[in-house]
């Protein structure tokens, strides 16, 4: 209760250059959170302090495009190629070589653009801070060409008997993209059910698009949006919050309120305009040696008006139940139809203004395209008429519920998933903090569900999907043809640029292209290298943090070793990891580790079949998965200071899992099931692995 109290404290830190719009209590989190306005500029700023040392700061731009040249994503690449105070060629690159930094990204959205550094060191935070605030206001690319045309787009010409080419990483990088048959079904999809918003364009950028980008366009756009006034500038963790302020101020006292910036970026609502659903086909390059089958998916607009906090927790409790497991009604019945080799789409997708629903399948023939979306139909049909299982929703509803209180972010920094929960809501004009309380909406659903059980989630299906007519197929063909026409396109499109041009024009491309490469190719001065800031020996905390260890061998004569760490950070929450060797597996066996597995926690163990195993883990666990570690070890008597050479490797089998404390007994219990009593006798649920292992390796082939 001290340490919330003091974190209470900061609620009440005022600045003289800014105003306090509102202040509030996340209690979910242990989170006090004060919204700011800056007096000059208009910047809304929200300080998050928690006990948390490891602090995130990010600044967010609402950047919608009217059009698929990908200026948001080429400026998200711009800006960090140097700025007024820290003048490299890449700080980007430098931060990341000399800083303690724990998450240093960019990344383009469909509607925003976001910049995010993380760092447990305080120093290093605010360095990360001052490169990557001058890098967004103050950016040399607006006023350099040549990183318009290095990060987007250029013509490249070397001897004027060639042809031109396009260039550009933002350009070839989306080359690569378009290359893959997921994403073009996605980007089709998404452009399928927005006909008349900024999401119905490609933010990441269109190669066939892209070069219609000039420079002038780039420079304007980031003049209009890359304003404090259209900011949303985050803070967490356990900093000052008075030296936030004041580092912020020094920024935004220079900018005044942009009348344009924040009105001119709002995002449009796509109203459900279909009055039947709507057909699209398109297509994708394959190889001479790859099959000719088809992806089909069906994807819906699911909402043309706000959720309820209400409705936003119980749609996505909805999605669990229909495609969150491998025994999920929607996504196993897919699965099971041997109409296709892996599901595609994905389900719920709330991350933008309006969520979608998107489930489909690839790898099917083309006279089975229209069974696989009558299926899809049929079977919420169903789901809207008859319901859910008591056993299905008590299990999702655990899983969603441990995901919430546990908050378990991974590798990435807890104040980053913070920032992007606060985004969904804030960067649309909305309470920050309202989108992450899920403790009254989840009492109403509880309180629901033990009123008249499944209802709540029927009347969701028979609402914004089945009697949604907001609705589209795409259907994507395979083309041998495709690539080669649009090489041949691009070819063309260039061929006639090039003979509209005169020679001192040629000449001046040529001039250009030198230029290019002899800046890219430059060493960055002392001078410039120095303006990046560094931490020195002192700023590193000289002594290392110990977590508590113990060490019990042969436990109650089992002869096993037993690692116990007790941490009181952990909500409440037991993780526990069972590692077993296999050193002395053949080498041959080796292969179908992954295949083995996945089948332990999917294909049932026991008493209990696939569905009621899943279920099983789901209503007493926070999950349970099993993987492989393969780790190089030290040969007895070898010097360990020697680099090993590979060849002398331990490998074991990882069960890993998760339960509040008092269902530790019920987790480790249903370990020793899953370990000693899998069932491998589903030969029909191998062959669906199968498939779907082998889908996912040919979309990761580049070209594909």
Same mark, same amino acid.
């Given at each position: 209760?001290e340490?919330?109290?003091?974190?209470?404290?900061?609620?009440?830190i005022?600045?003289?250059a800014?105003?306090i719009?509102?202040?509030?209590?996340?209690?979910?989190?242990?989170?006090?959170?004060?919204?700011?306005?800056?007096?000059?500029?208009?910047?809304?700023?929200?300080?998050?302090?928690?006990?948390?040392?490891?602090?995130?700061?990010?600044?967010?731009?609402?950047?919608?495009?009217?059009?698929?040249?990908?200026?948001?994503?080429?400026?998200?690449?711009?800006?960090?190629?140097?700025?007024?105070?820290?003048?490299?060629?890449?700080?980007?690159?430098?931060?990341?070589?000399?800083?303690?930094?724990?998450?240093?990204?960019?990344?383009?959205?469909?509607?925003?653009?976001?910049?995010?550094?993380?760092?447990?060191?305080?120093?290093?935070?605010?360095?990360?801070i001052?490169?990557?605030?001058?890098?967004?206001f103050?950016?040399?690319?607006?006023?350099?060409?040549?990183?318009?045309?290095?990060?987007?787009?250029?013509?490249?010409?070397?001897?004027?008997?060639?042809?031109?080419?396009?260039?550009?990483?933002?350009?070839?990088?989306?080359?690569?993209?378009?290359?893959?048959?997921?994403?073009?079904?996605?980007?089709?999809?998404?452009r399928?059910?927005f006909?008349?918003?900024?999401?119905?364009?490609?933010?990441?950028?269109?190669?066939?698009?892209?070069?219609?980008?000039?420079?002038?366009?780039?420079?304007?756009?980031?003049?209009?949006?890359?304003?404090?006034?259209?900011?949303?500038?985050?803070?967490?963790?356990?900093?000052?919050?008075?030296?936030?302020?004041?580092?912020?101020?020094?920024?935004?006292?220079?900018?005044?309120?942009?009348?344009?910036?924040?009105?001119?970026?709002?995002?449009?609502?796509?109203?459900?305009?279909?009055?039947?659903?709507?057909?699209?086909?398109?297509?994708?390059?394959?190889?001479?040696?790859?099959?000719?089958?088809?992806?089909?998916?069906?994807?819906?607009?699911?909402? &043309?008006?706000?959720? +309820?906090? =209400?409705? !936003? #927790?119980?749609?996505?409790? /909805?999605?669990?139940?229909?495609?969150? *497991? %491998?025994?999920?009604?929607?996504?196993?019945?897919l699965?099971?139809?041997?109409?296709?080799?892996?599901?595609?789409?994905?389900?719920?997708?709330?991350?933008?203004?309006?969520?979608?629903?998107?489930?489909?399948?690839?790898?099917?023939?083309?006279?089975?395209?229209?069974?696989?979306?009558?299926?899809?139909?049929d079977?919420?049909?169903?789901?809207?008429?008859?319901?859910?299982?008591?056993?299905a929703i008590?299990?999702?509803?655990?899983?969603?519920?441990?995901?919430?209180?546990?908050?378990?972010?991974?590798?990435?920094?807890?104040?980053?998933?913070?920032?992007?929960?606060?985004?969904?809501?804030?960067?649309?004009?909305?309470?920050?903090?309202e989108a992450l309380?899920?403790?009254?909406?989840?009492?109403?659903?509880?309180e629901?569900?033990? &009123?008249?059980?499944? +209802?709540? =989630?029927? !009347? #969701?299906?028979?609402?914004? /999907?089945?009697?949604?007519?907001?609705? *589209? %197929?795409?259907?994507?063909k395979?083309?041998?043809?495709?690539?080669?026409?649009?090489?041949?396109?691009?070819?063309?499109?260039?061929?006639?640029?090039?003979?509209?041009?005169?020679?001192?024009?040629?000449e001046?491309?040529?001039?250009?292209?030198?230029?290019?490469?002899?800046?890219?190719?430059?060493?960055?001065?002392?001078?410039?290298?120095?303006?990046i800031?560094?931490?020195?020996?002192?700023?590193?905390k000289r002594?290392?943090?110990?977590?508590?260890?113990?060490?019990?061998?042969?436990?109650?004569?089992?002869?096993?070793?037993?690692?116990?760490?007790?941490?009181?950070?952990?909500?409440?929450?037991?993780?526990?990891?069972?590692?077993v060797?296999?050193?002395?597996?053949?080498?041959?066996?080796?292969?179908?580790?992954?295949?083995?597995?996945?089948?332990?926690?999917?294909?049932?163990?026991?008493?209990?079949?696939?569905?009621?195993?899943?279920?099983?883990?789901? *209503?007493?666990?926070?999950?349970?998965?099993?993987?492989?570690?393969?780790?190089?070890?030290?040969?007895?008597?070898?010097?360990?200071?020697?680099?090993?050479?590979?060849?002398?490797?331990?490998?074991?089998?990882?069960?890993?899992?998760?339960?509040?404390?008092?269902?530790?007994?019920?987790?480790?219990?249903?370990?020793?099931?899953?370990?000693?009593?899998?069932?491998?006798?589903?030969?029909?649920?191998?062959?669906?692995?199968?498939?779907?292992?082998?889908?996912?390796?040919?979309?990761?082939?580049?070209?594909?």
């Amino acid at each position: 209760m001290e340490a919330t109290t003091d974190i209470g404290k900061a609620m009440g830190i005022e600045h003289p250059a800014y105003e306090i719009i509102n202040k509030d209590m996340v209690e979910e989190y242990g989170a006090a959170t004060t919204l700011y306005r800056h007096k000059k500029s208009g910047a809304e700023l929200l300080s998050v302090s928690t006990d948390d040392d490891n602090k995130v700061f990010g600044i967010t731009f609402r950047t919608p495009p009217e059009d698929s040249t990908g200026v948001p994503h080429i400026l998200e690449h711009s800006v960090l190629c140097g700025s007024r105070k820290y003048t490299t060629k890449d700080p980007f690159v430098q931060l990341l070589q000399g800083s303690l930094q724990t998450f240093l990204n960019a990344f383009t959205y469909p509607d925003r653009t976001c910049y995010v550094v993380a760092s447990q060191n305080e120093k290093d935070f605010y360095n990360l801070i001052n490169v990557y605030t001058d890098a967004v206001f103050h950016p040399r690319a607006i006023k350099d060409p040549y990183v318009h045309a290095q990060e987007g787009w250029h013509l490249e010409l070397d001897k004027k008997e060639d042809p031109l080419i396009y260039k550009g990483v933002v350009y070839n990088e989306m080359k690569g993209v378009y290359s893959s048959s997921d994403s073009r079904l996605n980007r089709a999809s998404q452009r399928s059910v927005f006909p008349d918003t900024t999401y119905g364009v490609d933010s990441g950028g269109d190669p066939k698009v892209i070069p219609d980008l000039s420079f002038e366009q780039f420079a304007a756009f980031h003049a209009k949006f890359y304003h404090p006034s259209n900011s949303r500038i985050f803070f967490s963790g356990d900093d000052d919050v008075l030296t936030r302020l004041e580092i912020m101020d020094e920024y935004l006292r220079e900018f005044d309120v942009s009348p344009e910036s924040k009105p001119g970026s709002v995002v449009e609502w796509q109203k459900k305009v279909f009055s039947e659903p709507k057909k699209i086909i398109d297509y994708f390059p394959v190889g001479e040696d790859q099959p000719e089958t088809t992806m089909v998916q069906v994807n819906w607009l699911v909402n &043309d008006e706000p959720f +309820t906090p =209400f409705e !936003e #927790l119980t749609i996505g409790i /909805l999605d669990h139940l229909l495609m969150g *497991t %491998t025994s999920s009604i929607l996504r196993k019945t897919l699965m099971e139809s041997g109409l296709g080799e892996a599901i595609t789409g994905g389900g719920l997708s709330d991350e933008l203004l309006q969520a979608t629903f998107s489930v489909g399948l690839k790898g099917v023939k083309e006279e089975d395209v229209r069974k696989v979306e009558q299926l899809i139909l049929d079977t919420l049909e169903k789901v809207a008429e008859d319901g859910f299982e008591e056993e299905a929703i008590a299990s999702s509803m655990n899983t969603v519920e441990f995901q919430l209180r546990e908050f378990n972010t991974g590798s990435f920094p807890k104040g980053l998933s913070f920032m992007l929960g606060a985004m969904s809501s804030w960067l649309y004009d909305k309470s920050p903090t309202e989108a992450l309380k899920f403790e009254k909406p989840l009492a109403q659903l509880k309180e629901q569900i033990a &009123d008249s059980g499944s +209802t709540v =989630f029927q !009347e #969701l299906v028979k609402k914004y /999907l089945v009697s949604n007519h907001h609705r *589209t %197929t795409v259907e994507l063909k395979p083309s041998k043809e495709l690539e080669k026409e649009e090489l041949e396109e691009e070819k063309a499109r260039l061929a006639k640029i090039k003979e509209s041009m005169s020679d001192e024009q040629l000449e001046e491309v040529m001039k250009k292209t030198q230029v290019l490469k002899e800046l890219q190719a430059a060493e960055d001065s002392p001078e410039d290298r120095a303006t990046i800031p560094a931490l020195e020996l002192g700023d590193l905390k000289r002594e290392p943090t110990e977590y508590p260890i113990a060490v019990s061998e042969n436990e109650n004569d089992s002869g096993v070793t037993v690692l116990r760490h007790e941490l009181g950070s952990t909500s409440g929450i037991a993780y526990v990891k069972l590692g077993v060797d296999l050193s002395q597996l053949d080498v041959e066996d080796i292969a179908l580790l992954p295949l083995f597995t996945r089948m332990l926690t999917e294909t049932g163990a026991g008493d209990y079949d696939q569905v009621d195993l899943s279920r099983r883990i789901g *209503t007493h666990t926070g999950g349970i998965s099993a993987g492989v570690l393969t780790t190089a070890v030290h040969p007895e008597g070898a010097d360990e200071s020697q680099v090993l050479d590979g060849n002398h490797l331990q490998t074991k089998l990882i069960m890993s899992g998760k339960a509040t404390s008092e269902k530790i007994t019920e987790l480790l219990d249903l370990m020793k099931l899953i370990l000693t009593e899998a069932r491998f006798d589903s030969r029909s649920r191998v062959i669906e692995m199968l498939k779907e292992s082998k889908s996912r390796r040919e979309s990761q082939i580049i070209g594909r």
